[in-house]
């Protein structure tokens, strides 16, 4: 998907921009709608007199935006397997055993 933003909006970006990119779906966490707010982003700290400067928003638009170094590890059964292996031949020898 294109970059509609123009270099000036880049330079300086806002909450606003940064609340579009999640509701266009670009930080993958969620799908491309808009989201009802009764408090949109940012609300709290315009509130408080410390909006955030443009950096600390340009910083959360790239941390948002940019994709992950490495993929989470998905492979649980695939590290744990043995374990679960050997736990249930333990039980299985107990359950002989007491059998007897």
């Known amino acids: 998907m294109a970059d509609k933003r123009t270099p000036q909006d880049r330079a300086n970006p806002n909450t606003d921009m940064l609340r579009a990119e999640i509701d266009a779906g670009r930080t993958r966490d969620k799908v491309a709608v808009s989201d009802p707010a009764a408090a949109p982003l940012g609300t709290d700290d315009e ?3 410390m909006s955030p400067r443009p950096a600390e928003v340009a ?3 790239h941390y948002e ?3 992950p170094t490495e993929e989470p590890d998905r492979s649980f059964l695939q590290r744990t ?3 679960i292996l050997a736990v249930l ?9 007491l059998a007897i």
Request: charged content about 5%.
């Open 47 to 49: 509130a408080a007199g």
């Open 65 to 67: 935006t940019s994709t």
């Open 81 to 83: 397997w043995p374990w």
């Open 89 to 97: 031949v333990v039980i299985a020898i107990f359950a002989v055993l």
């Open 59 to 61: 910083e959360a638009m």
